[in-house]
């Protein structure tokens, strides 16, 4: 079985990146990001088939990991089977401001957690991140990057959802940036 990855053709690569976008509404956040397909392609998809359902997720900030708003996507809130295969990709402790870090845990992974298979969505703004857990060091698979131009809203908002607390995300997949 040969599995094709966005932006790929059998045999030949296309370059075409693909963004979504992630709103919040009581902060005012609206940043777009560029998946990164080649770097981290089942992360990246994963990330795009979430985005392309357009639902609403809880988030809030994160509290050991530092500049981070962590949103956990659980369980039937997953897009079909694409969880049941995700291996690190573009692997780092240490996202940079701007990055889209992500985690899959399967059900029973960690004591504590979500009792069902779940996919951390963890959008770094600041310098100083690390992903130092209760649990320990883990790693997320860098699979997106905010676009320049929207760095400073990306900022703002978070800052915002950091005094406020919870909030709810949206994430959009996008045609074009």
Same mark, same amino acid.
């Given at each position: 079985m040969v599995i094709i990855y966005p932006g790929q053709i059998e045999g030949m690569n296309?370059?075409?990146?693909?963004? @979504?976008? @992630?709103?919040?509404?009581? !902060?005012?956040?609206?940043?777009?990001?560029?998946l990164l397909d080649h770097e981290a392609?089942?992360?990246a998809?994963?990330?795009?088939?979430?985005?392309?359902? +357009?639902?609403?997720?809880?988030?809030?900030?994160?509290?050991?990991?530092g500049p981070e708003i962590s949103c956990l996507v659980v369980g039937d809130a997953l897009p079909g089977a694409t969880a049941r295969d995700l291996p690190l990709e573009n692997a780092?402790?240490?996202?940079?401001? +701007?990055e889209i870090a992500t985690v899959f845990a399967p059900k029973g992974t960690w004591k504590g957690m979500p009792p069902a298979d779940f996919f951390d969505i963890g959008i770094f703004y600041g310098?100083? !991140?690390?992903?130092?857990?209760?649990?320990?060091?883990?790693?997320?698979s860098v699979c997106a990057h905010v676009v320049p131009e929207d760095l400073a809203a990306l900022q703002a908002g978070c800052a915002t959802i950091r005094k406020n607390g919870s909030c709810s995300l949206t994430f959009e997949a996008m045609s074009q940036p």
């Open positions: 296309i370059c075409m990146t693909r963004f @979504i976008m @992630i709103r919040e509404e009581q !902060s005012g956040l609206a940043a777009r990001f560029a392609p089942r992360h998809d994963m990330l795009w088939q979430i985005a392309r359902q +357009g639902d609403r997720h809880n988030a809030i900030h994160a509290m050991w990991t780092t402790s240490f996202p940079a401001m +701007g310098a100083g !991140s690390r992903m130092l857990m209760p649990m320990g060091w883990i790693q997320g």
